[in-house]
């Protein structure tokens, strides 16, 4: 099993930076992905960003750009670093761990509000 837990969700104005973190526990050395989504009210959980054991890293077309992740597999870490946030961005963001042998993980989510 895998525990995660997000951290670093808040309240930020249009324009701003904020940077979200997620710290796996438990059996991680079988994580190969760490990933970030969201889900804005009333709508699905989609896709942001992914990094994976070897440092490669993919993302949303769309947020390319003004999202970076980076992950520290030796940490069972990764990070979400957000800038030029937008209204748009307003979601919940959920931290996923794919492990080896298929098993998914899921974090409880951080909320991040951007507004003025």
């Known amino acids: 099993q895998v525990q995660l837990e997000e951290s670093g969700g808040g309240l930020v104005q249009p324009g701003g930076s904020l940077r979200l973190s997620c710290a796996a526990s438990?059996?991680?050395?079988?994580?190969?992905?760490m990933d970030w989504y969201r889900q804005a009210p009333e709508k699905q959980r989609v896709f942001v960003a992914r990094?994976?054991?070897?440092?490669?890293?993919s993302y949303d077309d769309s947020l390319k750009g003004r999202f970076t992740i980076s992950g520290d597999f030796a940490k069972s870490t990764v990070d979400l670093q957000m800038t030029t946030l937008r209204p748009e961005d307003t979601a919940v963001y959920y931290c996923?761990?794919?492990?080896?042998?298929?098993?998914?993980?899921w974090g409880q989510g951080t909320q991040v509000t951007v507004s003025s």
């Open positions: 996923r761990a794919f492990a080896y042998g298929g098993n998914v993980y």
């Open positions: 438990g059996r991680t050395f079988n994580i190969w992905t």
């Open positions: 990094v994976n054991r070897d440092g490669i890293t």
